[in-house]
């Protein structure tokens, strides 16, 4: 797993995630908008640094790596 979903339908899930670090599994915070049922696509935002240039491939190395790629 390279990240955990924290936040769904405006509540936020803290214990699985505190659970997993715990357990000493290194896992970045993300929310999702959970289409079709509620939110809008794209409402909620997650930056991830990727250098000079994007690409998905690097977004996604910088969500493994917590936001920093």
């Known amino acids: 797993m ?3 979903e924290i936040l769904q339908f405006n509540r936020i899930g ?18 999702g908008s959970d289409l079709p049922w509620g939110n809008t696509a794209g409402e909620p935002r997650v930056y991830v640094y ?5 690409s998905a491939d690097r977004w996604f190395d910088g969500v493994k790596q917590g936001g920093r790629s």
């Open 14 to 31: 803290l214990e699985d995630f505190y659970d997993f670090l715990s357990l000493g599994c290194k896992l970045t915070a993300l929310a």
């Open 50 to 54: 990727t250098g000079e240039s994007f």
């Open 2 to 4: 390279d990240y955990f």
